[in-house]
């Protein structure tokens, strides 16, 4: 009897340090991806572990097709930088020693942690002639250096790097517009450079209220990107001069000391710790407002993931940004909400105004029925999905 041989699957691994259920939005996307490509190829998932996330998985009987390479983690978003740099080193030699003993031909990798791993999965495939797809969420060391100051010669190296790993990617994946003419600023690339907003989380099982309670939601990492300690001074400020708007915040970061300390002492205010993806949905559709800070010159190298999120729950989004930056044009373009100067008494006088109901609703669009549908896991995963088999 003649043997018939039976072609092998590829090898495609996804590389990303935050994932399900931590990371709830671009988390379930990637698991998402990784169970539907795990039908026809030979599919692994690696990322740092907080939560046994094996254990997670079977409950849930999610991923049952995909090889998961669980990653201990050392750190967290508010642990210090040496912790989380060491962390990121210890990372990327266990993916190094994972690339060597399974060898995949396509990998999928993101930039977080930034440049240390997206490099070694660059030189294992000039080494084995594979090829990778580069997620860029966030260009690194340019978003780093906004906040974090770096050693001119560390942040030349890092940036040599990480340039030589978008020029050499099969292709390239960005949030927008500006951040892709961010990268073809840095020099060309062999491959194309392409754009997908990122997704929002499922609101599916959400209670969308008709009368939403008269305040802010903070859903997200309170980092030092997120302007936290001018928005927590307005904060204190309005309260105290009788301020009645209410603020929830959720999510965990440097700054969550500080926000503790202000619900302490401000009935007011509400603060929640780390919550899962469905508490958070609902914690934003609850409110009227969603408050989106962000440091001006980042917005030129990432963009705030929670802000999809913000669009589906219906909220109504207040930016504390510059109108120069591109979470301003997006909340202008969208018909979103608001953009305030970040500056403490402008801050302050906007959350007086929206108390008193000097915006005119109208102005506002609150069904975005074309934005929902592009901010869907049904949109991202299948356009992800063709790139990386393609």
């Not at 309260?239 to 209410?246: A, I, Q, R, T």
């Not at 926000?259 to 934003?284: K, P």
Request: hydrophobic content about 45%.
């Amino acid at each position: 009897m003649e043997a018939i041989l039976v072609p092998l699957k590829d090898k495609i691994m996804i590389i990303n340090r935050s994932f399900w259920p931590i990371y709830p939005v671009l988390g379930e996307a990637l698991l998402r991806l990784a169970e539907e490509l795990s039908e026809a190829y030979d599919v692994t998932v690696v990322m740092q572990d907080h939560v046994g996330i094996k254990g997670e998985l079977r409950k849930q009987s999610r991923g049952q097709n995909v090889n998961f390479y669980p990653v201990k983690s050392w750190s967290n978003s508010a642990s210090g930088i040496i912790v989380r740099a060491l962390d990121s080193v210890y990372f990327m030699i266990a993916i190094f020693l994972i690339l060597i003993k399974l060898q995949p031909n396509k990998l999928y990798v993101s930039t977080d942690p930034p440049v240390l791993v997206p490099f070694l999965v660059m030189i294992y495939c000039s080494l084995f002639r594979r090829r990778y797809i580069y997620h860029v969420q966030d260009i690194h060391p340019e978003a780093t250096r906004v906040v974090i100051p770096l050693n001119a010669i560390i942040f030349k190296i890092l940036q040599v790097m990480d340039r030589s790993v978008v020029k050499n990617a099969h292709k390239v994946v960005t949030i927008n517009a500006e951040m892709a003419k961010e990268l073809r600023n840095r020099g060309p690339t062999r491959g194309p450079i392409h754009t997908i907003d990122n997704p929002a989380v499922s609101f599916d099982l959400v209670h969308m209220r008709r009368n939403k309670i008269k305040g802010f939601s903070f859903c997200g990492n309170a980092g030092r990107l997120q302007r936290m300690p001018l928005l927590i001074e307005a904060i204190e400020i309005y309260l105290c001069g009788g301020g009645k708007l209410k603020f929830a915040f959720a999510g965990s970061g440097v700054h969550q000391n500080e926000i503790q300390r202000l619900a302490e002492e401000y009935e007011n205010v509400e603060f929640f710790g780390l919550i899962t993806a469905s508490e958070a949905a609902q914690l934003n559709a609850d409110y009227q407002w969603a408050i989106l800070p962000i440091e001006d010159e980042v917005t030129r190298y990432a963009f705030p993931s929670k802000a999809s999120s913000y669009a589906v729950a219906g909220s109504l989004i207040l930016a504390v940004c510059s109108d120069f930056t591109s979470v301003a044009k997006w909340v202008k373009d969208n018909c979103l909400g608001l953009v305030v100067e970040p500056k403490v008494e402008k801050l302050v006088e906007v959350f007086g105004n929206i108390e008193l109901g000097k915006f005119d609703a109208e102005s506002f669009d609150l069904n975005r029925d074309n934005l929902i549908k592009r901010l869907d896991f049904e949109v991202f995963v299948p356009a992800l999905k063709a790139f990386v088999i393609d």
